[in-house]
């Protein structure tokens, strides 16, 4: 008998397929600003959040997603603080997310025992109504992390530079943060609070041992995340004949199996293209990531030429038709 004739399991493929799909576009953004265990730390903010909705009789999925967004709004703030101690002031309200969830949801008279469908996943008893939260919350994920991937990326990659060209990049960092934040509340009921920074990265880790540009890596994430969590869930349900198997811990365990396969396959493609084009030929157009601009430029540059300087490593680089310009000998790099 074929498990498509079940509702239940229906409604389960169409919310991993759709959590697959989002996970990995916001894991890719938080891998650029290494923060792959952002996800992690939401996840442990959200408890509270699914503990508030058992206290209060609302729906916990809702109440995660309010308390995961203020959470990753403000790990964000603290993180763009900058001080010593703010590693510190993470970790407090990491564990204080998971400890305040374990307190409220005993206040609200129940056990332990009924946060394990949120720590570790229980895809096979979502409803329909959590069906459409996740597809509404995974599709806007999907569509902002798409339609913003020029700014997200930029101020992901260099920060500094995103500044000077004039990004609000305090304003992007908190949007990446919220996109974590809805992102962990979607995959809770898939792979659970606890493993969905795994959703997250692992897949983002596969594509970039064979892809070698950033949208390209996006988009084969995503393409990964869906085809792990589709493939875990009935790899799951196949099993469940004979064993109690856990659809989360299915989901990762294929994540990961699926990087376990690329990385070899990424290090015979590398070594293939050095051996084809081991040096770059410096009397060329390029070199490396930059440009040479001929010794025609006209303008040059220097501290009282009106455009922004950005310090970069031993030299300084000028803003200038949107690239950074270095002077090198007698030409210019462009960046």
Do not use: K
Request: glycine share 10%.
């Amino acid at each position: 008998m074929s498990i498509l004739q079940y509702d239940f399991m229906i409604r389960a493929l169409v919310a991993a397929l759709f959590t697959g799909l989002a996970a990995p576009a916001v894991g890719t953004y938080l891998v650029q600003r290494r923060l792959a265990l952002m996800g992690d730390g939401i996840g442990h903010i959200a408890v509270t959040g699914v503990a508030v909705g058992l206290l209060t009789g609302t729906s916990p999925t809702v109440t995660a997603v309010a308390v995961a967004v203020l959470g990753g709004m403000t790990i964000e703030l603290i993180r763009q603080r900058g001080h010593t101690s703010a590693d510190v002031a993470l970790a407090l309200l990491f564990y204080g997310g998971i400890a305040g969830g374990v307190l409220i949801t005993g206040l609200a008279g129940q056990g332990a025992a009924t946060l394990q469908a949120y720590l570790f996943g229980s895809i096979t008893t979502i409803s329909s109504a959590d069906v459409w939260v996740t597809v509404v919350l995974a599709v806007v994920v999907v569509a902002v992390a798409l339609g913003l991937s020029p700014q997200l990326f930029a101020v992901a990659q260099d920060e500094e530079f995103a500044r000077v060209s004039g990004l609000h990049a305090p304003a992007y960092n908190i949007v990446v943060s919220v996109l974590a934040a809805v992102t962990v509340t979607v995959a809770m009921r898939t792979v659970g609070l606890l493993l969905v920074s795994a959703l997250m990265v692992v897949p983002v880790a596969t594509a970039s041992q064979l892809t070698r540009s950033f949208r390209s890596t996006l988009l084969a994430a995503m393409g990964l995340g869906a085809a792990a969590a589709v493939g875990g869930l009935v790899l799951a349900a196949l099993a469940s004949a004979e064993v109690n198997v856990a659809p989360g811990a299915t989901i990762v365990l294929v994540s990961l199996a699926g990087f376990a396969m690329a990385w070899p396959l990424g290090l015979w493609v590398r070594r293939r293209q050095r051996l084809v084009a081991p040096f770059v030929d410096p009397v060329g157009p390029e070199t490396g990531d930059h440009t040479v601009v001929p010794e025609s430029h006209e303008h040059q540059h220097g501290d009282d030429c009106g455009h922004p300087a950005v310090p970069h490593g031993d030299h300084v680089d000028y803003v200038h038709d949107g690239h950074r310009h270095a002077a090198h000998g007698s030409h210019y790099d462009e960046h």
